[in-house]
């Protein structure tokens, strides 16, 4: 008997019994290359030995000790090493267990650092449309996801969504891809005028978007603008980097690359890379000190935040990625697994775009590239590429709603960073096989 309830009741999963560096292994013996990390998760592969040593090392030491009484040794350690690496500014670190929870502390901490300063009228939030920001509710709310967001609507606050920055379906024909930037980044100061900037606490947006558009970039500028537009307002900035951030997109934290710092930063995922359960929110001191002098006690918490195991495998893989140089791997295999990419799918009838930044890889799929006319809804095609990638021995991440949460399929790649030339020749040849299946 089966007693799990798991994410699906429709079929029984097989059943992981080793992880092998780029593969997982069931327990048939066949082995499954793992191009998406799970969910973005597996950056180091599996079993590193370090990563593993550390964890025991810690155990035989403190297995746990609540927050609410002490501090811990590997805590301070991967805070003190987040913040020497931080963007300008950042220099706290408030550890919890995922990135919903990063997500729900960065809400909780924007809406509390305004009435520390004296601005109880500043509560709502702006965020995008096809972003997604977690499960839990206040991540649900602010994400602009409609298909995750439609059962549970009745229980979410009122979050404003404007435009994603996704060239491939927004720009015009008769703009620069600047102008188009900076056309919906001005979406924002249009709706914060509308709502009233004192009203305002914080937008939302995920650098690189990662599940619900697959490895959309921003175009040059655009990060640029949307940081003018919350310093001249008095708003946050919340970056959640929970899927693109550390190092996924060759770069420790994504917003790097556009040049910009935040107020607030969400991440997970990459940060501890699958070995043990653990997400971080960072905020400048500015707001960490706005509650130290106020109040004095964040009105937050959750029981295993700051866990001594998770803080000593996340600080070892941290150590991993920046002494190793991973990140020069990231951008590397990056370029080749794009030019792989585009080799085999650049003039594919059903691919309209092929797009990204380091190992964070998606392709989207149309019916017709000429017209980028999406395949219909009702085929599931998404679902049957998992399946057919599944059948040939591959992980992958398909999606279906990309275009608003309901029509059109992307397939998201975003394999470890220690990937090499022929397991990126395995990547896409095995993709290339789930695609002719399926279509």
């Known amino acids: 008997m089966n007693h799990i309830f798991g994410r699906s009741t429709a079929h029984q999963m097989p059943t992981a019994i080793k992880g092998d560096g780029c593969y997982i292994i069931d327990e048939s013996g066949k082995r499954y290359l793992d191009g998406s990390g799970g969910a973005a998760v597996s950056c180091l592969g599996h079993s590193n030995e370090n990563v593993k040593q550390a964890i025991s090392e810690q155990l035989a030491k403190l297995d746990f000790a609540h927050t609410g009484f002490f501090t811990s040794e590997p805590a301070e350690k991967l805070a003190d090493l987040l913040i020497e690496n931080a963007p300008e500014g950042i220099d706290r670190v408030y550890l919890v267990s995922g990135g919903s929870e ?22 709502k939030v702006i965020a995008r449309k096809q972003s997604y920001h977690g499960n839990t509710l206040g991540a649900l709310a602010a994400g602009g996801n409609e298909w995750r967001r439609a059962q549970f609507s009745p ?42 900037a004192e009203n305002i606490m914080a937008f939302v947006a995920e650098p690189v978007v990662g599940a619900t558009l697959g ?19 008095g708003i946050l900035l919340i970056l959640d980097e929970v899927m693109c951030g550390m190092g996924r997109t060759g770069t420790l934290f994504a917003c790097e690359q556009d040049n910009i710092s935040p107020d607030i930063i969400t991440i997970a995922k990459g940060l501890g890379a699958g070995y043990q359960p653990i997400g971080a929110m960072l905020c400048t001191d500015k707001i ?23 803080s000593a495998a996340s600080l070892t893989v941290l150590k991993e990625i920046l002494e190793r140089d991973l990140l020069t791997n990231v951008k590397q295999q990056g370029n080749k697994l794009q030019d792989h990419l585009n080799e085999v ?95």
Do not use: W
């Not at 990063?102 to 509560?123: D, F, S, T």
């Not at 092929?354 to 085929?379: C, H, M, N, Q, Y």
């Open 155 to 196: 229980l979410l606050v009122d979050v404003s969504h404007i435009a994603p920055c996704y060239e491939f379906r927004g720009k015009k024909t008769n703009e620069t891809t600047y102008e188009y930037g900076q056309r919906v980044a001005n979406e924002l100061e249009t709706q914060i005028l509308e709502l009233g």
């Open 215 to 233: 490895a959309v970039p921003p175009v040059k500028g655009y990060f640029k603008r949307i940081r003018e537009i919350c310093n001249q307002h």
């Open 288 to 310: 960490y000190n706005a509650i130290k002098v106020g109040s004095g006690f964040f009105q937050h918490g959750h029981t295993y935040m700051g866990h001594p195991l998770a």
């Open 345 to 439: 799918f650049g003039q594919h009838e059903n691919i309209g775009d092929i797009r990204g930044r380091g190992l964070f890889r998606g392709l989207e799929i149309v019916s017709d590239r000429s017209t980028k006319t999406p395949l219909d809804a009702s085929k599931g095609t998404a679902k049957k590429i998992k399946a057919a990638a599944f059948d040939a021995g591959l992980i992958c991440y398909p999606m279906s709603g990309t275009i608003d949460g309901k029509n059109g399929d992307h397939i998201l790649l975003a394999p470890p960073f220690i990937i090499n030339d022929d397991q990126i020749i395995e990547l896409v040849d095995k993709l290339k096989i789930a695609f002719d299946k399926t279509l």
């Open 102 to 123: 990063a997500v729900e502390a960065a809400l909780k901490v924007a809406r509390q650092y305004y009435l520390e300063i004296g601005e109880p009228n500043r509560h």
